[in-house]
């Protein structure tokens, strides 16, 4: 069985999206693809980029 999938809607800079777009492209698949596959390796991962862990704790 496939995991469940929920549509949202998101703001996101218009260069943030411009690259990610593009790499999406790169890689053949969707950007929902390519934005669900970032998030899900960011949050599964044990070591967090210094500069994003620094840039969330910040907020």
């Not at 790169?26 to 599964?44: E, G, H, M």
């Amino acid at each position: 069985m496939k995991p469940l999938k929920e549509q949202i809607s998101i703001t996101i800079d218009s260069d943030v999206l411009e690259k990610a777009r593009a790499e999406s492209e790169r890689c053949d698949r969707s950007l929902s693809q390519f934005i669900n596959i970032i998030l899900k390796d960011y949050l599964n991962s044990d070591e967090k980029p210094e500069s994003l862990k620094s840039t969330l704790e910040g907020r």
